[in-house]
């Protein structure tokens, strides 16, 4: 069974500050998919990395793949508070009749206080 | 641009009563998705429609059923809600079905109380 593990689950840090979040797996995954969903809303697509080892920034954030995809991070320079919300992150799983339906972490919940 | 629009924003149930969660979406998606998603449980695929004419169950499909009323619409229904069923329901919208890269686009969601 593929799971996603993610950490911490919750953060409140005051504006200014770094951070790093991180999703974690047993099982190796061809991609995943970082998500963040404000209060009242839908989760909103951040950024897919699909290399191991890769690296993609967004402004302040910067998200890494595993080598082994196995496991990816989301640091955040300079928080603010705009940055507050529930942080997703998402793999596809391959089951035996080739469906292919995306894992979902629990999520990490930041809190950036002004 | 709408996106992918869900009604209603809240609800509140009786036990035993039916209802049904509308959603459409305006770019011209081929794959749909019902997911709800819960405290402590993340978000749970409840059904899905890879594309029109087409529906698959998902992780927690028992108490409810779906219908892929035409491309852009999909809609689910509670035929005899439970308190169980109290969640935040959201639907969801790819291009086609996921794939390595492939994006969910969400709705706003339905908060849904089951009493």
């Known amino acids: 069974t593929q799971l996603l593990e993610q950490s911490p689950q919750f953060l409140s840090i005051q504006e200014g500050e770094n951070l790093t979040v991180y999703c974690n797996s047993s099982s190796v995954f061809s991609s995943l998919q970082w998500y963040r969903q404000e209060p009242g809303e839908g989760p909103v697509l951040l950024v897919t990395v699909v290399t191991g080892g890769e690296v993609k920034k967004l402004k302040r954030l910067t998200f890494q793949f595993g080598d082994a995809r196995k496991d990816s991070s989301l640091h955040i320079t300079a928080a603010q508070p705009g940055d507050t919300g529930l942080y997703l992150c998402a793999g596809p799983s391959f089951n035996a009749g080739n469906n292919r339906k995306l894992i979902w972490g629990l999520g990490t919940s930041l809190a950036v206080n002004p | 641009n709408a996106g992918v629009t869900q009604t209603p924003k809240f609800q509140v149930l009786k036990t035993g009563q039916s209802m049904t969660l509308q959603c459409a979406q305006d770019?011209?998606?081929?794959?749909m998705y019902w997911y709800r998603q819960d405290p402590g449980m993340g978000l749970r695929l409840i059904y899905y429609s890879a594309s029109e004419g087409t529906t698959d169950k998902g992780e927690v499909p028992n108490g409810y059923n779906v219908s892929r009323l035409n491309k852009r619409e999909f809609s689910l229904r509670l035929e005899s809600a439970a308190p169980s069923q109290t969640s935040v329901y959201f639907c969801a919208s790819s291009v086609r079905e996921l794939v390595k890269d492939e994006k969910l686009f969400f709705g706003s969601g339905t908060q849904l109380s089951v009493l």
């Open positions: 770019m011209n998606h081929n794959s």
